[in-house]
């Protein structure tokens, strides 16, 4: 009698994923969110390529030519200058983008680590420095930077830090509620028995799991700090010339309007496009990363 037995791998239906792997899932099932992702993508390539593929020089201008409408020359029209629009958008969204980033950078690295030790810390230290948050809220950030631009000049690094060291606010709140809520987890408590510095355990074991809310709230601030570049070049305090942005564009655009309305209409669609972009990002990051919406 001939036995034949076969043998048969039982694999588990269902492997596990991490938790980025998990939000990248929801997140490419968000067809807005991944429209941001690619609009923002789009621009940064753009920025970063706009000397090679820019259709004219920056400063390139042609008097006579003077305030054109958009042509097969010049598809987005030139100024009163007779400049490339189209290359001038180019070359704003650098500089806009440039303070989105720079400045949202600075709010993050005051912002997390501000949180995470008075998070960590707690007790009269966390007191005192969360009071000190409390007062710099009450004051008025427009004036703050209205000043740090008259007294110590318009300088476009200034601005970057200026901006940074009034956004980071909620960020340090934001962060100090998610460690005040990982401090006593098991983790934690392992690092301690290892015999690792408090300072080794924020930076090693805290502060990465807090990352989440973290990257939602900086796709947040971006928008909102490249809004404030915007009205401070509008009122004149902030990028200034030969430098553009899409600020000042916009500034130039509201003089002419009347006149030449296609000299607001196309850096306003390009600072309106790039703030939803950002904003559907943060949106669909912010349901990505939720432990709510994980599956079990």
Same mark, same amino acid.
């Given at each position: 009698m001939n036995n034949s037995s076969s043998e048969t791998t039982v694999m588990p239906d269902d492997q596990g994923t991490s938790l980025w792997?998990?939000?990248w899932i929801k997140l490419s099932k968000n067809r807005l969110a991944l429209f941001g992702l690619a609009v923002l993508v789009t621009l940064i390539l753009v920025s970063l390529l706009t000397p090679l593929i820019a259709p004219y020089g920056y400063e390139e201008q042609?008097?006579?030519?003077?305030?054109t409408a958009p042509s097969l020359q010049h598809w987005l029209g030139t100024d009163i200058f007779g400049r490339d629009m189209?290359?001038?958008?180019?070359?704003?969204?650098?500089? =806009?983008l440039m303070v989105g980033f720079i400045a949202t950078a600075v709010a993050?690295?005051?912002?997390? *680590?501000?949180?995470?030790?008075?998070?960590?810390?707690?007790?009269?230290?966390?007191?005192?420095?969360?009071?000190?948050?409390?007062? &710099?809220?009450?004051?008025?950030?427009?004036?703050f930077i209205i000043l740090l631009m008259v007294v110590f000049g318009r300088n476009i690094l200034l601005l970057f830090l200026a901006i940074g060291a009034v956004e980071w606010l909620t960020m340090a709140r934001i962060v100090r509620s998610q460690v005040m809520s990982l401090r006593n987890q098991e983790f934690?408590?392992?690092?301690? /028995? &290892?015999? *690792? /510095?408090?300072?080794?355990?924020?930076?090693?074991?805290?502060i990465p799991n807090t990352l989440g809310p973290v990257i939602v709230y900086t796709t947040l601030t971006i928008p909102s700090v490249m809004l404030l570049e915007a009205f401070l070049s509008f009122l004149g305090l902030g990028i200034q010339p030969p430098e553009s942005s899409w600020g000042l564009l916009i500034n130039y655009g509201v003089e002419t309007m009347e006149e030449f309305p296609w000299l607001l209409i196309f850096p306003g669609i390009?600072? =309106? &496009?790039? *703030?939803?972009? *950002?904003?559907?990002?943060?949106?669909?990051?912010?349901?990505?990363?939720?432990?709510?919406? /994980?599956?079990?």
């Open positions: 792997q998990d939000a042609n008097l006579d030519m003077g305030a189209l290359t001038r958008i180019m070359y704003g969204g650098r500089v =806009s993050l690295v005051i912002g997390i *680590l501000w949180g995470a030790t008075a998070g960590f810390f707690g007790g009269r230290l966390d007191a005192v420095m969360m009071r000190i948050v409390d007062v &710099l809220y009450a004051l008025p950030f427009m004036i934690v408590e392992a690092a301690h /028995s &290892l015999g *690792l /510095s408090q300072w080794t355990i924020i930076r090693r074991h805290i390009a600072l =309106s &496009l790039t *703030l939803f972009a *950002l904003n559907f990002l943060g949106d669909g990051l912010r349901d990505a990363l939720d432990p709510r919406t /994980s599956k079990d």
